[in-house]
């Protein structure tokens, strides 16, 4: 009888054992999931450097394979590439930037292949006037939001993005986990989904909208969200203004040239990426600095004197994931120093500390 009980129990045991495993293997973690818990982790050990259109060109340089002026001047890739996606939603065979979407696919794959993170920014045409994210001169938010006489045509313009989102698959047929960075800097007037152009309701309606459509109706798990506003917020709530709310939301940012350009302060852009980690750690979130540069590097100590003393503050330290400089096109600007360039060697400078990461140091960080 008691053989009979001790039988019965096993058995018992290893259904459940097997149920369990079975659970683990169906509860694999989606592409955003993974991503989160990877720039969770690096809290407090190092801040990611990322560079836009990294591997795409530089100074003297188009489409050569391998090369990067990030490399050619600290000797490492950045850990971050950012991309542009503006031109998709109309079709267009390459970005506002001319980079060929199906050039910034493998460059994107390689990059993530090789470990490093992709982020994705989209300045998109009007489709109420066709021209650029910079024109302001027609109301363009409130016709395309749900309700409006152009949501349609939205939706057609995210089903582009989505169909190439989608498309970048990794060597084990996984998709490409990657930042979503939409809206941007929406706090500033400059672009048609800026302050002056749109309501705060409206905007917020806007980017709920995207990432609803992307995520439930495309399918979209690999995607991480980035808010990222400009500047000009002195307090959390200021800061929170155009906030689509923490269900939309997994890293939460700040664009920033102004406080750091020549004669800027530096203190004011310590203390508002200061709200924006405050906010990061009451909310379990990640928090970066999306976007900052001086414009053809004019500032020959920037990356030491400017960027690098916002990054040592303690605070800032040990919570921000990364940050990343604008792109290096010869023909327009360059926000990275190229060889030879003065400020070379404090962009080295910068980069050589312990605590700010390039693509080997995120690498050697996760084996
Ligand atoms: C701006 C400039 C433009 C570019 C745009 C989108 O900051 O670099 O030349 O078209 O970003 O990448």
């Known amino acids: 009888m008691k053989m009979c009980f001790n039988k019965i129990y096993c ?30 982790s690096i809290k407090g050990k190092g801040i990611l450097f990322g560079h836009q259109d990294d591997l795409a060109y ?5 489409y050569v394979d391998g090369q990067s002026d990030v490399k050619r001047v600290a000797g490492d890739y950045p850990a971050l590439f950012g991309w542009e996606l503006g031109g998709l939603e109309r079709g267009d065979a390459c970005n506002l930037d001319s980079v060929p979407f199906d050039v910034m696919r493998s460059l994107a794959i390689k990059a993530s292949q090789n470990g490093g993170i992709n982020t994705f920014s989209w300045h998109p045409y009007s489709l109420i006037n066709g021209e650029n994210s910079w024109n302001t001169d027609t109301t363009v938010v409130k016709y395309i939001i749900p309700g409006g006489e152009y949501h349609n045509e939205f939706i057609r313009q995210l089903d582009k993005l989505a169909v190439f989102l989608n498309s970048f698959q990794m060597e084990d047929g996984k998709k490409m986990p990657f930042i979503f960075r939409p809206w941007h800097e929406m706090d500033g007037s400059w672009f048609w989904w800026g302050s002056k152009h749109c309501t705060s309701d409206e905007f917020k309606a806007l980017f709920r909208f995207t990432i609803d459509y992307l995520k439930n109706e495309k399918g979209m798990d690999q995607m991480a969200i980035a808010y990222s506003p400009d500047c000009s917020f002195n307090s959390l709530n200021e800061y929170l203004t155009w906030y689509p709310g923490d269900e939309y939301v997994d890293i939460v940012g700040m664009d920033n040239y102004y406080d750091l350009r020549v004669g800027g302060d530096v203190d004011a852009a310590i203390k508002k990426l200061q709200i924006v980690v405050g906010y990061t750690n009451q909310k379990g979130k990640i928090s970066a600095l999306t976007e900052s540069g001086i414009e053809n590097v004019a500032d020959t100590t920037w990356y030491t ?3 690098g003393v916002v990054l040592k503050d303690s605070l800032v330290a040990a919570n921000l994931s990364y ?13 990275f120093p ?17 605590h700010i990461w390039l693509l080997n140091d995120l690498v050697e960080s996760e084996k």
């Not at 054992?17 to 990877?38: M, N, W, Y």
């Not at 530089?58 to 188009?62: E, L, M, P, T, Y």
């Not at 940050?323 to 926000?335: A, K, L, S």
Request: glycine share 6%; charged share 25%; net charge negative.
């Open 11 to 40: 058995l018992f045991l290893m259904v459940v054992i097997t149920t369990v495993a079975c659970d683990d293997q169906s509860e694999e973690k989606t592409g955003r999931q993974e991503l989160i818990e990877r720039l969770q």
């Open 58 to 62: 530089g100074i003297n340089w188009k």
């Open 305 to 307: 004197q400017k960027l």
């Open 323 to 335: 940050t990343m400089v604008w792109r290096n096109d010869p023909d327009v600007h360059f926000f």
């Open 338 to 354: 190229y060889p030879g360039h003065p400020g070379a060697v404090y962009a080295k400078e910068f980069l050589d500390q312990d």
